[in-house]
C-alpha cells in the first residue's frame, strides 16, 4: 500500500479534485511497459473518478504533507511470500507508484497532474523517465 498526498503548489484553490493510481509490480512483467499502458489507456470517465469525494484543495504547501485535505491510497500486487517481497524489496525498480490528479480552477481550466514513481532498493524511489508532467 501507498499513501499519495494531494499538494496544490499553484495560487488559487483547485475544485473538484480527484486522484485515482495503481501500484505496478516487477513480477508482472516491466513496471514502465505496465505504466506506459495503464496511462495510454486512462479515461477521465474511468469508474475509479466517480467515487469517493471531490475536494477543494487550498493553495499552500502544509508543514506535514500528510496534514493535505487530500489523499489517495493506492494498492498493488506485492506477493504474501516473504521471500519474493525481499526480492522486490532489493531490487531497483521492482515496483512503480503511479496516478493521476485531474482538477479545475475557479476559471473552469481543467488540469490533470500524472505522476510516476519507482522503488530504489536503497528504501527510497526515482521520478519514472516518463509520466510526470501537467496536462
Not at 477521465?44 to 506535514?64: A, C, H, R, T
Not at 525481499?86 to 496516478?99: C, H, L, R
Request: proline share 7%; with cysteine.
Amino acid at each position: 500500500m501507498a499513501n499519495v498526498y494531494s499538494v496544490n503548489y499553484g495560487r488559487t484553490p483547485a475544485i473538484h479534485h480527484r486522484a485515482t493510481g495503481r501500484i505496478f509490480v516487477a513480477k508482472q512483467g516491466d513496471v514502465m511497459t505496465q505504466a506506459d499502458l495503464w496511462f495510454d489507456h486512462f479515461s477521465e470517465k474511468s469508474p475509479d473518478f466517480n467515487e469517493g469525494s471531490q475536494v477543494i484543495l487550498p493553495p499552500g504547501i502544509p508543514p506535514d504533507v500528510k496534514q493535505s485535505p487530500s489523499h489517495i491510497t493506492l494498492q498493488g500486487g506485492i506477493p504474501d511470500d516473504q521471500h519474493a517481497i525481499d526480492v522486490i524489496n532489493g531490487t531497483d525498480f521492482s515496483f512503480a507508484i503511479v496516478g493521476i490528479f485531474l482538477y479545475e480552477d475557479f476559471d473552469g481550466n481543467h488540469y490533470r497532474t500524472d505522476f510516476c514513481k519507482m522503488h530504489l532498493a536503497v528504501g527510497t524511489e526515482a521520478w519514472c523517465p516518463r509520466h510526470n508532467e501537467i496536462h
